[in-house]
């Protein structure tokens, strides 16, 4: 069973447009961590946000967390084309170290 | 190796067939991870290592998914008696310790015909 929901599941943007992915979540946690992955490959960690923070950068990229309600939001901003990939939320619920759950996923599709 | 290695890249297997599934870590590594990912879906866990220990394999969906990584480097899943159910795609990844960044492989998809 997987602990994320990624809302929406897919995204179709104009490149220069920002991209709001959201994610929610069951059980407490240490952090959350943000994955890409482009069509037929692995998954690239963007980002992880710890539980005692509420907003993170990273470049183009802003992570926020709301503990309280479970979720998290991924902002990517001034979007470009190279962006078009998947983007997953993942949490451990175990706390330990990685064996991590993720949502389902939101498909980002930036068009030229 | 610069990242983690996954072989072979593609599988396709006979129903009933067993398969191997390699991985690489990073060199030195101490944690080694298993997902499966079902197409369209996110990836779900199945193993984990520390070095040669395997500490939680309760993702393993049935007894015909074995793994093992006897010295603490290179891990090997193994999936018995394939099935269509099992076609997916299995990532491996790793991390230098608990609570850090994960580095995935390309992973291998297998096609259970």
């Known amino acids: 069973s997987q602990q994320g929901e990624e809302d929406p599941q897919a995204l179709s943007i104009q490149e220069g447009e920002n991209a709001t992915m959201n994610c929610s979540y069951k059980?407490?946690?240490?952090?959350l961590q943000w994955y890409r992955q482009n069509s037929g490959r692995g998954l690239v960690h963007l980002i992880l946000i710890r539980s005692n923070e509420r907003e993170k950068h990273s470049g183009r990229l802003r992570v926020t967390l709301d503990t309280s309600k479970k979720s998290s939001s991924l902002l990517i901003t001034a979007s470009r084309a190279a962006d078009t990939a998947s983007y997953f939320c993942a949490t451990d619920p175990h706390n330990a170290g990685n064996m991590l759950t993720f949502g389902g996923g939101t498909r980002l599709m930036v068009k030229p | 190796g610069a990242g983690v290695s996954q072989s072979p890249r593609y599988k396709v297997a006979k129903r009933g067939q067993d398969v191997a599934l390699r991985c690489d870590p990073i060199s030195g590594h101490v944690s080694l991870f298993w997902y499966q990912q079902a197409l369209g879906q996110g990836p779900e866990f199945l193993t984990y290592f520390q070095n040669e220990a395997q500490l939680d394999k309760s993702g393993l969906p049935s007894d015909r998914f074995f793994a093992e990584r006897p010295e603490g480097s290179v891990s090997t899943l193994k999936i018995q008696r394939t099935q269509q159910e099992d076609s997916a795609v299995y990532l491996c990844?790793?991390?230098?310790?608990?609570?850090?960044?994960?580095?995935f492989g390309q992973g291998t998809r297998l096609t259970v015909v």
């Open positions: 059980t407490s946690i240490n952090n």
């Open positions: 990844a790793s991390s230098s310790r608990a609570n850090t960044e994960a580095f």
